[in-house]
């Protein structure tokens, strides 16, 4: 069955599934692949959502990978002559269609060693890549191929990341009269001024670690002296984390609490010639899939049109990614690189 490449593209999208509601896409694409002859599995990864693998019955040596999830709002599919809009476009909508219409092609040349995995959380926890880690089929593929906007272009590296929330005590007491109380809010301004003037180290190869505050909530009501205040905070890691958490730790001096969410360092990936290359500063769930062979990471449209209002992805682009992962596909299947 051959593939409707921007049709499919503009089904997937006109589907919601922000992180946590996965359940409609995720029963969509088991029964179209099903429908296109593939050996389907759903992984449960939390109540109705989950994973799903596909494959052809033959070991997987190659695995087509990415994300199921958006970011909110939904923005249903629109087009025009040249571009695809709305959620998920790029992230990761067609990435999902190109990579099917990619394994159709190779099944199309008689290669029967590839897979799809399509998993939830990515764009929260990962969640979904860690339950797939533990997935029979990972013990087959020696090389993943995963699948973020990169333009295209091959990454050879990865930003690490390190999530953390910092919390902050303080006393109620009536906003009339503050000295019976402590501010927590204030607290947490004050460590928060700290982290903004940290030094951060570089990398010469992933380039600069980023901090960003991603959240801040505390209080109750403006008449009232908050007695908590917390802030959850993204790191961009272009170094091991051992510093990192150094730096903030000297830095916040215990102006408030900090407790780590998650992290997992700067990442090199699989390089190939032939293909044009970068470094990319986003994470993906590359280090969540560690038993799924080695990792590429290659994909249609800019992560700088990811998560915006006005999420697009090129048709041209699209087609461009199909052809792409099938020459990669090909490369790896017969290891015929360096």
């Known amino acids: ?26 029963h969509f ?34 695995v087509f990978s990415t994300h199921m999830d958006t970011v909110p709002p939904h923005i249903p599919a629109a087009e025009d002559e040249h571009t695809i809009h709305g959620r998920g476009a790029c992230d990761a909508k067609g990435i999902i269609a190109a990579q099917i219409s990619a394994a159709q092609e190779l099944l199309g040349q008689g290669v029967e060693e590839v897979g799809l995995l399509f998993t939830v959380d990515e764009e929260m926890s990962s969640a979904g890549a860690a339950v797939a880690n533990q997935h029979r089929c990972a ?10 906007p990169t333009d295209n272009r091959l990454a050879v590296g990865t930003k690490g990341s390190l999530r953390l929330k910092l919390s902050s005590e303080g006393q109620s007491a009536h906003s009339a009269y503050p000295e019976q109380g402590e501010s927590a809010i204030e607290k947490l301004l004050s460590a928060l001024e700290a982290v903004r003037k940290c030094d951060w180290p570089s990398d010469e190869f992933f380039g600069e670690t980023t901090c960003n505050i991603g959240t801040i909530q505390g209080g109750t009501r ?39 969410l998650s992290v997992h360092p700067p990442i090199r990936l699989l390089d190939l010639g032939g293909f044009d290359r970068c470094v990319v500063r986003f994470t993906t ?54």
């Open 285 to 338: 769930d590359i280090p969540y899939l560690s038993n799924w062979g080695r990792p590429l990471l290659l994909g249609p449209g800019s992560i700088l049109d990811a998560h915006t209002p006005h999420e697009l992805v090129k048709k041209a682009e699209l087609q461009r990614a199909v052809e792409l992962y099938v020459k990669l596909a090909t490369i790896l299947i017969n290891d015929h690189f360096g």
């Open 29 to 62: 694409l088991h029964s179209y692949l099903k429908e296109v002859g593939y050996q389907v599995e759903f992984q449960q990864v939390e109540g109705d959502r989950g994973n799903i693998i596909a494959t052809t019955g033959a070991p997987p040596r190659v």
């Open 139 to 148: 013990r087959d593929c020696r090389y993943l191929i995963n699948g973020e």
């Open 222 to 260: 403006p008449n009232v002296i908050p007695a908590h205040a917390e802030a959850v905070l993204q790191i961009r890691l272009a170094t091991d984390e051992t510093e990192i958490k150094a730096l903030l730790e000297k830095a916040i001096d215990g102006q408030a609490t900090i407790e780590y």
């Open 1 to 26: 069955m051959s593939i409707n490449l921007v049709e499919l593209t503009k089904t997937l999208i006109d589907i919601p599934s922000a992180t946590g509601e996965e359940a409609a896409v995720g």
